[in-house]
């Protein structure tokens, strides 16, 4: 299937996204709702995706914030849609069975903020930079920011960047754990393959459990350790649950079918 603003490429089990927008610094339009949407129903789907890479187009950018040019003549509730549309693509994403990355290759700003950090972790180049500029045109962030960013820095530096619309650079981000990894540009792909690779031999079911339960943490209306406890004992009921336990007794590699 092609796609009007997205590139897709699939490697050894790994979709690779990127945002293929570069005139506009990969900025997020509706197009660009509209492809994520499509494709992780995709991701969801096709059992030979069993992992997924999302990087903007070119060396400036991952995703320079949402395309303001859409903006100036939102009502209040034109506006309430926007971000409920973005929240529910970004849920998808952070929602997948399979593990997402984002590599972020320049600026990460807004919106592309928020797109990286629906991803389940975030690996960046030396180049990147990651900010919530939106006070900065009497908004706040729209798509879930507010929400993750404090999530994972900590409700008072999430706050401090909200409300100043200051950028991090990489190695601030590595120290706030906004990121996992900061390396160079060109070693940014294979970094996010190596990881992958490795996820992508263990049993497809247990990961998509452990992305499961881990994202229960922040859910009011669920109780992790109850949906831990649920999907522990769901794993007794696959085959590769069997497998994996009768692998490590004969000590062999074991083979994950996914059932």
Not at 25 to 39: E, G, P, Q, R, S
Not at 152 to 157: A, P, S, V
Not at 246 to 255: D, I, Q, S, T, W
């Amino acid at each position: 299937m092609t796609y009007s603003t997205l590139l897709t490429q699939l490697e050894n089990g790994i979709l690779i996204i990127t945002i293929n927008r570069p005139d506009k610094l990969n900025a997020l339009n509706k197009d660009v709702f509209n492809d994520l949407d499509t494709i992780f129903n995709e991701v969801y789907s096709n059992n030979q995706i069993q992992s997924v890479i999302i990087i903007g187009c070119g060396n400036k950018a991952f995703v320079a914030g949402a395309d303001i040019g859409e903006f100036g003549s939102l009502s209040v509730e034109e506006g309430k849609k926007l971000a409920k549309r973005g929240q529910d693509v970004f849920n998808k994403i952070e929602n997948s069975p399979k593990p997402v990355i984002a590599c972020v290759n320049g600026f990460a700003l807004g919106g592309g903020c928020e797109l990286s950090m629906a991803c389940h972790f975030r690996i960046a180049a030396e180049n990147a930079k990651f900010g919530q500029p939106e006070v900065n045109l009497g908004l706040i962030p729209g798509y879930g920011g507010t929400q993750r960013l404090a999530q994972l820095i900590g409700k008072g530096r999430a706050i401090e960047l909200l409300i100043t619309a200051n950028m991090i650079d990489a190695s601030t981000a590595l120290q706030f754990g906004l990121v996992n990894y900061v390396v160079p540009s060109d070693a940014l792909l294979n970094k996010a393959k190596e990881i992958l690779q490795t996820v992508n031999s263990k049993a497809p079911l247990a990961v998509a459990a452990c992305i499961k339960a881990a994202n229960a943490v922040w859910k009011e209306t669920v109780n992790g350790f109850d949906e831990e406890i649920q999907l522990f004992g769901n794993c007794f009921g696959t085959n590769d649950m069997k497998e994996g336990t009768n692998a490590f007794l004969e000590k062999r590699k074991a083979v994950f079918t996914g059932n």
